[in-house]
């Protein structure tokens, strides 16, 4: 059974910061593009970072470069999301997401179609 089973969200304040892990189990994590989207209340679903495990590409959105650093353990098929400097509007439920046949730079583009998901963690900002 595929699973991919976020952790780490919480409360928060700005400035502050929170590591998401996103576990996987039950397919070959080498072979797979896995990260992060977010989706904000009354917002649409957008992707944040994404590490490609085949040739260690990553992707950031803008909003985020410089303040998050995505990783991958590939001995513990996890991977991570360092959340520094956050700030309230990186209020969200953070997602992760996983496939094999794309690469770090078009997950978010992708998304409609990407085989794995997780149920999402909930990361809250307070100013």
């Known amino acids: 059974e595929v699973q991919l089973v976020e952790s780490g969200g919480g409360l928060v304040q700005a400035g502050g910061s929170l590591r998401l892990s996103c576990a996987a189990s039950?397919?070959?994590?080498?072979?797979?593009?896995i990260g992060w989207f977010r989706q904000a209340p009354g917002k649409e679903r957008e992707g944040v970072s994404f590490?490609?495990?085949?040739?260690?590409?990553?992707y950031y959105e803008d909003s985020v470069k410089g303040r998050f650093t995505i990783s991958s353990d590939n001995a513990k098929n996890t991977v991570y999301l360092q959340m520094n400097s956050l700030k309230p509007e990186d209020t969200a439920v953070y997602y992760c997401?996983?496939?094999?046949?794309?690469?770090?730079?078009?997950?978010?583009?992708?998304?409609?179609?990407?085989?794995?998901w997780g149920k999402g963690t909930l990361v809250t900002v307070s100013s």
């Open positions: 997401a996983a496939d094999p046949d794309t690469s770090a730079e078009i997950m978010d583009v992708m998304e409609p179609v990407l085989d794995y």
């Open positions: 039950g397919f070959t994590f080498d072979d797979y593009t």
């Open positions: 590490v490609s495990n085949t040739d260690g590409s990553t």
